[in-house]
């Protein structure tokens, strides 16, 4: 038995849930279309070029929930499941998750993305337990605010390590699938390394250190 970390998107799903996310809200004209639209692009390139800067890119993405009830947001994010995270779900993930639950490893998903977009996404894969940018909650409202150190680059290595003291977890045989540079910190730390469908930076820096390279879309 093994820890078996799994980074979400473009890894486990075929696209980013954050970014569509801030997508279906255009298509939807929850949001303001043309100036929602190039912020979220801005910085969906910002990560892809690794200096997002987190912390704005969370209050940013949060904004839209700000003073919707908790029922009129479920009934958004069922509908954005099916519109938009449904065609993103891989069937090679899918064989990957059920081959480590055979085996009888723990599952962990830690993801960059806050928790109310990536819960029920996470769940749907079967895979019960998560770590994720924590919205703040206030009389059952989110306040637009991050709680605690987000999960994104060495942010996700203090998260995990609070949470192995937490489980009574180690890292001995632990593996991390991940396609993302941002990733490299979190992947140093694993016995078993992954690049999933790596983005460039990944893939050389993968290939310079002999680790596996790993399609799950081909």
């Known amino acids: 038995m093994a820890l078996v970390i799994f980074d979400l998107d473009n890894t486990l799903i075929a696209g980013d849930s954050d970014y569509s996310w801030g997508e279906f809200l255009v298509n939807r004209n929850l949001v303001d279309q043309g100036h929602y639209k190039t912020i ?27 003073g919707l009830s908790q029922n009129k947001l479920n009934k958004l994010h069922r509908q954005f499941m099916e519109e938009m995270i449904e065609p993103l779900k891989l069937p090679k993930a899918a064989r990957l998750i059920e081959q480590h639950r055979l085996a009888g ?8 993305t806050n928790r109310f977009i990536a819960e029920p996404i996470v769940k749907s894969l079967g895979i019960g337990e998560l770590l994720a940018a924590d919205p703040e909650i206030v009389d059952g409202f989110f306040t637009g605010r991050i709680v605690g150190i987000p999960t994104y680059q060495h942010g996700k290595v203090e998260r995990l390590n609070s949470w192995l003291q937490q489980n009574d977890e180690t890292l001995d045989g632990s593996y991390f699938y991940s396609d993302s540079i941002n990733d490299l910190t979190l992947l140093l730390e694993v016995a078993n390394p992954i690049a999933v469908d790596p983005d460039d930076a990944l893939r050389k820096e993968a290939l310079r250190r002999d680790w596996e390279i790993l399609s799950l879309r081909n």
């Open 105 to 112: 490893d723990r599952l962990l998903v830690i993801t960059a």
């Open 40 to 66: 979220n692009d801005k910085f969906y390139a910002d990560y892809e070029n690794g200096c997002l800067d987190i912390f704005k890119y969370l209050e940013f993405s949060l904004t839209a929930l700000v």
